[in-house]
């Protein structure tokens, strides 16, 4: 009785629309096996190539109309200045599967960006406001909160909070006593202005004096949630674990969000690229003793994730192993945290 | 020293010192090698036999040539992945 009902319902439907597929009722699951769906697949697999060399396209799916029918959906760079166009050039169907256009914002990677209401959680986009030089700014990751001296920091990377050791291209060296913001200037349009004071730098200078990568800002009232969780994680325990082969771990940061790796090398000794400003001139340093964590196709972390923590990969209260600084398309460092902590002469905010 | 390769086993039936103690031995020769970027403790695809990983910038018949295959009875693995870079975002 129910596929008759159907069936009528799409001879109508066949009629009052041409271009429409007539396929079984909206109540079958319409998943990669249904019949209409695989139609619609291999129309989309035909006419995707060409669109996608079109600049104003962004990408296409499969999707069902109210009628439950499958479209075919194609998104259309909603800032071009050249979709109506695209639009325009696109078919009304595809093998029968009729073609949708819909305006759509640029896809992007889904880190930790925005700005927050303070008090903020760690993991998050952060850096010096005054990391602006060579008509480029730059930032990275607020990645923890520690103790010292009985008060709270934010910690990062030295190469984050005050990496910038020469006058150059701004006129200005990182001071202790400078305003550390969240989001970075990356995510303020490179203006200060847009971001908020969560802490004041200490400058500490680990790159010069230690085989640490490390910096600290002291947390300003109210700005920095006093438990240290971090976002996608949630509180850390404040014991740290050692690193071992093979053990999973995972880290929160501005640009790949939350991620979840596997520590592939211990003890290494490598030989890191850094700028003396941001788009600076370049300098080197060797570090020894440092964890080496898989970050195939930079999945792990990648640029802006600088000043991430990396915790044992476990759902409650995970243990902190290391502080996130280096890495290349396929390979992820970190400084062991115990030596971050040591230099800093810091404990962990956590349970 | 830092990182010590708990995981994979150390020491097999031959008398070879520590890995981590070889890696001390003879990293700042192989860092000198123009192109190599650093030297880790690893294992081999079975994710057991301890050996020393090389990372290169880039490969070159060179580069290859100037890194012994064995170092002090441990295997010498190459890894072919680029300059390692402070990842900040610019």
Known sequence: ?351 | MNGGAGAAENNSSSSRPDINIVLAAHDKELLAIPGVAGVYVGTLDDRHTPCLRVILERDTPEIRKAIPRHIEGYPVVLEVTGEIRALEKQ
């Not at chain 1, 010096?128 to 480029?136: P, S």
């Open chain 1, 1 to 351: 009785m129910k596929l008759f009902l159907v069936r009528i319902a799409c001879s109508i439907t066949s009629v009052l629309a041409s271009l429409t597929v007539c396929i079984a009722a909206p109540s079958d699951v319409l998943d990669e096996n249904h019949p209409a769906v695989r139609s619609a697949i291999e129309a989309q697999n035909e006419i995707t190539p060409g669109l996608m060399e079109q600049a104003e396209i962004l990408g296409t799916a499969v999707g069902a109309d109210a009628q439950g029918n499958p479209v075919l959906s194609v998104f259309v760079d909603r800032d071009s200045s050249a979709a109506g166009a695209a639009m325009a050039r696109l078919p009304r169907a595809v093998r029968g599967i009729a073609v949708r256009a819909e305006l759509v914002d640029q896809v992007r990677a889904m880190g930790y960006t925005w700005k927050q209401t303070p008090p903020i959680s760690l993991g998050t986009s952060g850096g010096w406001t005054y990391d602006l030089a060579n008509k480029y700014c730059c930032s990275g990751t607020l990645g923890a909160l520690v103790w010292v001296g009985g008060v709270q920091h934010i910690l990062s990377n030295n190469h984050v909070l005050e990496g910038d050791t020469v006058t150059g291209g701004n006129g200005r060296i990182a001071q202790t006593g400078d305003p550390i913001i969240q989001p970075g200037l990356v995510d303020d349009e490179c203006a200060s202005y847009n971001g908020q004071t969560v802490g004041t730098l200490v400058k500490k200078n680990s790159l010069n004096v230690s085989n640490t990568d490390c910096a600290i800002a002291k947390v300003t009232a109210g700005k920095v949630r006093t438990d240290g969780n971090i976002l996608g994680i949630g509180i850390p325990s404040k014991t740290t674990a050692a690193a071992y082969l093979y053990q999973k771990v995972k880290k929160s940061g501005r640009t790949t969000g939350t991620t979840h790796g596997t520590i592939t090398g211990l003890n290494a000794t490598v030989k890191v690229t850094y700028t003396k400003e941001c788009a600076g001139a370049i300098w080197y340093k060797t570090f020894t003793g440092q964890i080496l964590i898989a970050n195939p196709s930079s999945s792990f972390l990648s640029g802006g994730d600088s000043g991430s923590l990396m915790l044992e990969d476990v759902a409650t209260y995970p243990r902190p192993v290391g502080l996130l600084f280096a890495g290349n398309t396929s390979q992820a460092f970190a400084n062991p945290i115990n030596s971050v902590l040591a230099f800093l002469g810091a404990t962990m905010v956590g349970h």
